[in-house]
């Protein structure tokens, strides 16, 4: 009878440790999300302080100019979408499209942008999904579903505050 309670109370602890877990790397995946939309947004902020406009893409963001070793943003965002812990990344551009204007490497420049997290497979640890545009603000909707401009709070929409560093 004591071992039987003992093999309960040993799978009970193992159930509890994996619920721990589980809930842990839903919130790393989320924070990853997060993380990943905020050195976006840097990035762009960054970008239209170079070029007067918005990067098209996570490809164009991430290419560093000539005589330069490194992007806006680190290689790992490159490809436009990026799968990063769970979460496929991505950057697009709003009308209207571009401006006249190009970066350092003659790529074309927009006027606005959105990039977004939404969860590959939402029972994998990643539930909400999130987005950032030229405001700098991240957005998150409970559904799963990308949040598309313009932005505004509704029962599954709501705002989580800004990108950029608080100063």
Known sequence: MARIIVSGL????????????????????E???IGTLRAISSAQAAYVGLYGGYARSLRVLSAPCAGSSAGMVS????NDPTVKNGYEIRLRVMPPF????RDCNGQPI????VATAVPVERH?????????DQTQVIWSDDTG????????????LRQLGS????R
């Not at 571009?98 to 204007?101: F, M």
């Not at 990643?126 to 950032?132: D, G, K, Q, R």
């Open 163 to 166: 990108a950029s560093p608080r």
């Open 75 to 78: 290689p790992d965002l490159g």
């Open 98 to 101: 571009e401006s006249d204007r």
């Open 10 to 29: 040993v799978v009970a602890a193992v159930i509890a440790v994996t619920q721990i877990r589980v809930n842990r790397s839903e919130g790393n995946a």
């Open 31 to 33: 924070a990853t999300a």
């Open 110 to 113: 927009a006027s606005t942008y």
């Open 124 to 132: 994998q640890g990643a539930t909400n999904a999130f987005a950032v």
């Open 145 to 156: 579903v990308a949040p598309t401009p313009p932005f505004h709070e509704t029962r599954t």
